[in-house]
């Protein structure tokens, strides 16, 4: 749990990445991740009034809130559980999206995916405004199935276009 008004995220992984002296950590298997931040800098991007509650255990990933007020013009929200208990997986996932400005994205895919991030700065223009909601549900499927069934729904607007797309898979159980 981690309560801040502020913080350099970017000033904090330099001083762990040198405390750990390049040694790999593990992904956690369990545990809880509570923050409340009101101003940080990630990615070289400022972040507004970050609020994030989640947990990850056997059961799987719960998030009851991962939200960012605003992120270089950009306004995320993230909601949903997905079990991992019972094969296959369970649950379903929302995020919301409301962006006037996709600079604060493009800026932070920049550090992981410069090619990607420049198109999206080429198309930027187009793009915005924003407001994008999307659904993700996984369900088991028939009884005794080993796939998981994944429904995805994304519906809004980008820019003048309106968008709706909607789709089914099933994935292997293994």
Do not use: C, H, Y
Request: proline share 5%; charged share 20%; glycine share 12%.
């Amino acid at each position: 749990a981690l309560t801040a008004p502020d913080i350099d995220l970017d000033r904090v992984l330099v001083v762990a990445n040198a405390m750990l002296g390049g040694a790999a950590l593990d992904w956690p298997r369990e545990g809880a991740l509570s923050l409340k931040i009101g101003r940080a800098l990630i990615a070289g991007v400022e972040a507004k009034q970050i609020d994030v509650n989640l947990r990850l255990g056997a059961s799987g990933l719960a998030i009851e809130q991962l939200a960012v007020a605003d992120f270089g013009g950009a306004a995320l929200a993230v909601k949903g559980r997905i079990g991992t208990k019972a094969q296959p997986p369970r649950g379903a996932l929302t995020l919301d999206l409301d962006a006037r400005a996709l600079d604060g994205v493009t800026a932070a895919l920049e550090k992981f995916a410069p090619q990607a991030a420049d198109q999206l700065r080429r198309s930027a223009g187009r793009l915005t405004p924003l407001v994008l909601r999307a659904s993700l549900a996984l369900d088991p499927g028939a009884p005794g199935a080993t796939a998981a069934n994944g429904k995805f729904k994304i519906v809004g607007r980008a820019g003048a276009f309106r968008l709706a797309l909607e789709g089914d898979a099933a994935a292997a159980g293994d």
